[in-house]
């Protein structure tokens, strides 16, 4: 076997691997190294346009082909040819044919085989991109489960790996309270995928409230088959979650579907998320049950609720600080939970 055999061989040989092991197709890589080959080799012999080349799989041969005007005379012996040599390609030929027949440039076996070589490489790379695309994007918006490789000592940034691909999760959307190691075990939000340059940009979360939502879709039966299903959540990462539902059968309570039997379903979920606390409040149409429910675990005396998604809630001034929370964050989270404004005063407020 020659050399231009060998690279011909080892060439349909590359590409029978690519599709059995990445998945791109043939046909494809095909099309993509005959357009490279040609634009090669204009380059290589002065942008010469009439050649055609062939890669032959089942053949597993690499030709070119040069295409010529059959004139006399010859003014141009790239592009034309005369009747007497036509003839030896074409018995029939005559004056005017466009007569096509194959050649073997000089130095186009390793034109072909870098060339092939470099598209190849270029394919694996789009497959590999492309592959990563489709995986993510079947799982945007949904909670996976990834292994910390490395974590940046300066950034605080953690590389996982997800399957077989490795993404990152800035510190900004890690917990307050997560401090990982490389070889931990993880469960992630996936908030959204952007295809760029390079690959796909995922952007991983433990702080989305998304993440609370679909780790009590996976805990709690109930939720998964939609006799509990959950309105809203609202979250201060690290620190406190409130999330309200409600059932769709009298028999269910939502709440205690939530916390499980000894409450081991909510403590999972908040072991998994590093200590955090969970309030699960039951889900009203009525806006002002809904908003005193929210401030659980206050007591609230009475709600008024304006046309504007605005109310007042008064509390007994021993519950006040409780309704309010510290720095603000029962109220605030209340707020986030119901989508009203809430404005909260004591039962001994005199002023306006």
């Known amino acids: 076997m020659n050399n231009d055999a060998k690279m011909s061989s080892e060439f349909f ?3 029978d691997a690519l599709e059995k092991d990445k998945g791109i197709p043939k046909e494809y890589m095909l099309e993509k190294v005959e357009a490279a080959l040609l634009t090669a080799y204009k380059k290589e012999s002065n942008n010469q346009n009439n050649v055609r080349i062939n890669l032959d ?24 040819i005369s009747l007497e040599e036509a003839r030896t390609h074409s018995k029939n030929a005559k004056l ?3 007569i096509e027949y194959e050649i073997k440039p ?5 034109i072909s085989a870098g060339t092939a070589k470099m598209v190849i490489i270029q394919g694996i790379r789009e497959a590999e991109r492309g592959m990563m695309m489709k995986e993510y994007e079947s799982k945007k918006e949904e909670v996976v489960t990834a292994t910390v490789s490395m974590v940046d000592p300066v950034t605080g940034n953690a590389i996982l790996e997800i399957g077989t691909h490795q993404t990152t999760l800035v510190r900004n959307e890690q917990l307050p309270t997560d401090n990982f190691r490389a070889g931990d075990s993880v469960k992630v939000y996936v908030c959204s995928v952007k295809s760029e340059t390079r690959g796909p940009r995922v952007i991983l979360s433990r702080t989305h409230p998304g993440l609370v939502k679909r780790l009590f879709e996976t805990e709690v039966p109930e939720i998964q088959d939609g006799t509990v299903v959950i309105h809203s959540v ?26 499980g039997v000894r409450g081991i379903r909510k403590s999972t979920i908040t072991e998994e998320l590093a200590g955090e ?3 699960i409040v039951k889900y009203s149409e009525d806006p002002a049950q809904f908003i005193e429910a929210a401030l659980s675990p206050a007591e609230v005396i009475s709600v008024t609720v304006g046309d504007d998604r605005t109310s007042r809630v008064i509390v007994r001034p021993d519950q006040l600080s409780l309704a309010i929370g510290k720095k603000g964050q029962n109220a605030y989270l ?15 407020y005199t002023g306006e």
């Open 13 to 15: 040989d590359a590409l």
């Open 57 to 80: 799989p089942e053949k597993r041969a690499v030709r070119m082909y040069v295409q010529r005007t059959v004139c006399d005379p010859v003014n141009d012996e790239r592009t034309e």
């Open 96 to 98: 005017g044919d466009v």
């Open 106 to 110: 000089k130095n186009f076996g390793r």
């Open 234 to 259: 609202a979250r201060d990462p690290g620190s406190r979650t409130k999330i309200a539902v409600y059932s769709t059968d009298p028999e269910v309570d939502p709440i205690g579907a939530c916390i």
């Open 277 to 279: 606390k969970i309030d």
């Open 334 to 348: 209340a707020h986030k939970l119901t989508g009203y404004k809430i404005d909260i005063k004591s039962s001994d």
